[in-house]
């Protein structure tokens, strides 16, 4: 069983950055994928990012492609989203996500593929 845990949401004005961690307890990092999901008010979870579990690979919503940034360091089991050049439309709670995999280069985008969930984190942009 894998624990999330979610930080470095917050309050920031438009154009600026902040970067979320994810760390992981109750398992080794290294054998699961990781993802990044948000939900806004009234709408649907949606997908952000994802990356492998070994190998780098990193995968990106289309439209957030150029401004966010997926990484990991398994030896500190923890996964990073460095968000630049936020927008209003970027608030939303941000979770993290964990799916356990053989593979070393699979990188999941689905909700229903992800195992184990974080309890979120708040990012709010202000105009």
């Known amino acids: 069983q894998v624990q999330l845990v979610e930080s470095g949401g917050g309050l920031v004005q438009a154009g600026g950055s902040l970067r979320l961690s994810c760390a992981a307890s109750?398992?080794?990092?290294?054998?699961?994928?990781m993802g990044w999901f948000r939900q806004a008010p009234g709408k649907e979870r949606e997908f952000v990012a994802a990356i492998s579990r070994s190998d780098g690979i990193t995968y990106y919503r289309d439209s957030l492609k150029g401004r966010f940034t997926i990484s990991r360091v398994n030896a500190k089991n923890t996964v990073y989203l460095q968000m630049n050049s936020l927008k209003p439309e970027d608030t939303a709670v941000y979770y993290c996500?964990?799916?356990?995999?053989?593979?070393?280069?699979?990188?999941?985008?689905?909700?229903?593929?992800?195992?184990?969930w974080g309890q979120g984190t708040q990012v709010t942009v202000s105009s």
């Open positions: 109750g398992g080794t990092s290294s054998t699961y994928a």
């Open positions: 996500a964990a799916v356990r995999t053989f593979s070393g280069r699979q990188v999941f985008t689905s909700r229903g593929e992800y195992d184990y």
